[in-house]
């Protein structure tokens, strides 16, 4: 079973996109959610990050990753 992957993130952010396209590059879904676009996203995410605004920020079923590279992502996912 695939592991349901949440990402918070904005339209601007270059970490963010990275990481979404290297998500893509290994058929990985992950479900997009744009901080700036919705506010309860907003405040779930500052919730995640100690009011920081940090992103992207992923949910992997409950466990959080502060903005990951891909290999950490990948052993999440393992």
């Known amino acids: 079973m695939t ?5 918070y993130t904005t339209s601007w952010c270059g970490d963010c996109r990275n990481l979404k396209n290297a998500l893509k590059e290994r058929n990985i879904p ?31 079923e409950g466990k959080i990753l502060i903005n990951p590279r891909i290999g950490d992502l990948e052993k999440a996912l393992a």
């Open 3 to 7: 592991k349901k992957i949440i990402m």
């Open 30 to 60: 992950y479900e997009e959610r744009d901080i700036e676009q919705n506010d309860a996203d907003y405040k779930t995410m500052m919730g995640y990050t100690n009011g920081k605004r940090v992103i992207p920020t992923v949910e992997i």
